[in-house]
């Protein structure tokens, strides 16, 4: 997690907020992506208002917004096939009875960065970048709620910021 924030201002004037626009990128059929969407919205919502922030898109004190995506990473790799006459040898086919097989590892890296932007300057003042790999993708797409809480709870987690 790495978190950067405007020392200069007293983030303990800012009680109201409202949402800006979010932006999400996946490799998703739609309907997946706006689930992914609402928990991250929800997850932001949450613990905004468990530190006692009021969402107020009239009279906001700054505006949430996030960014987020995920990056495929896959991996392959071969065995030695010891069973070729001319001799062991990274193969990934064989001419020899057997073969060797093909180890194949898919992951995705998700990144998501949580934006506040005062509401008067319209300046970032302060944001939160989190990631995490995603070793069973459908998994974590299937228990999103979850995944979205666990990484909101992480990016806000100092946030306000405490005076110095």
């Known amino acids: 997690m790495q978190t950067n924030y405007d020392k200069g201002i007293d ?3 800012c009680k109201r907020y409202g949402w800006g626009k979010n932006y999400l990128i996946t ?3 739609p309907e997946d992506q706006a689930r992914i969407d609402k928990a991250i919205v929800d997850a932001i919502n949450r613990q905004l208002q468990a530190k006692g922030l009021v969402r107020d898109e009239e009279h906001l004190d700054f505006v949430v ?5 995920g990056l495929s990473n ?3 790799g071969g065995r030695m096939d010891f069973s070729n006459p001319r001799g062991p040898a990274w193969t ?3 001419d020899s009875l057997g073969g060797s097989s093909l180890d194949v590892w898919a992951s995705v890296m998700g990144h998501l960065q949580v934006l506040v932007v005062d509401a008067k300057s319209n300046t970032v003042v302060w944001k939160s970048h989190v990631s995490k790999k995603y070793r069973e993708p459908n998994k974590a797409l299937a228990n999103a709620e979850k995944e979205a809480d666990q990484l909101i709870k992480k990016a806000l987690k100092d946030f306000p910021p405490k005076r110095r």
């Open 11 to 13: 983030f303990s004037s």
């Open 27 to 29: 490799r998703q059929f």
């Open 65 to 69: 917004l996030y960014e987020g995506g």
């Open 74 to 76: 896959i991996q392959t």
């Open 92 to 94: 990934y086919s064989s």
